[in-house]
């Protein structure tokens, strides 16, 4: 019997035939968090939303969401979405027209975009991107102009700290003519 047709029923002794997963399925997509929990107390969580006739609920793809807003820059004061970074082509390795970027523009990028705190901006040579940066793990520092903007895509391929034979990550950062840092993103799992 499926999920559904469990809930449906409103036959709760289903629940106690059903796998982990299936029993994390029916309960995620009801929108209740169940990760740490034991099969009984899982069964008991389906039972709760059966009865309570909780809905599957419709969920957005945030991750798309955000990648879309991080890309976002004003041109000539309209609002204009960049490429995706995967999709971008000719790539220069000479950074001679990357603008002047101060520690300053860093700083202000993380306090303000990063939301960084006082705590974390003074321990930065604790924090892992520092770390994989001072330890030569970033190489193929790449410039592109972005069209008709006053911006450049920044990208770099960092070793994984843990499994360097692993693909690199692909950290990168929109800036500005002026130096100033606009957004910056990573495939990395962090």
């Known amino acids: 019997m499926s999920i559904m047709s469990a809930a449906m029923d409103n036959n709760v002794s289903q629940f106690e035939r059903m796998h982990v997963p299936d029993l994390k399925t029916f309960l995620t997509k009801r929108g209740i968090t169940c990760s740490l929990y034991r099969k009984q107390q899982l069964v008991r969580l389906c039972e709760i939303a059966v009865e309570l006739q909780l809905e599957v609920t419709q969920t957005q793809d945030d991750y798309k969401d955000m990648d879309s807003f991080r890309r976002t820059v004003e041109v000539n004061?309209?609002?204009?979405?960049?490429?995706?970074?995967?999709?971008?082509?000719?790539?220069?390795?000479?950074?001679?027209?990357?603008?002047?970027?101060?520690?300053?523009?860093?700083?202000?990028?993380?306090?303000?975009?990063?939301?960084?705190?006082?705590?974390?901006?003074?321990?930065?040579?604790?924090?892992?991107?520092?770390?994989?940066?001072?330890?030569?793990?970033?190489?193929?520092?790449?410039?592109?102009?972005?069209?008709?903007?006053?911006?450049?895509?920044?990208?770099?391929?960092?070793?994984?700290?843990?499994?360097?034979?692993?693909?690199p990550y692909n950290p990168w950062v929109i800036v500005g003519t002026e130096g100033h840092f606009r957004s910056g993103g990573c495939n990395c799992v962090v």
């Open 77 to 167: 004061g309209a609002k204009y979405v960049l490429p995706e970074i995967t999709t971008v082509l000719n790539w220069k390795s000479d950074l001679r027209d990357l603008p002047l970027i101060e520690s300053y523009d860093i700083l202000i990028y993380l306090m303000k975009v990063g939301q960084w705190n006082e705590s974390r901006l003074s321990n930065y040579r604790r924090d892992n991107g520092f770390n994989l940066y001072t330890s030569n793990h970033i190489h193929d520092v790449k410039l592109h102009r972005l069209i008709n903007t006053e911006y450049f895509y920044v990208r770099a391929a960092c070793v994984p700290e843990t499994r360097q034979s692993e693909n």
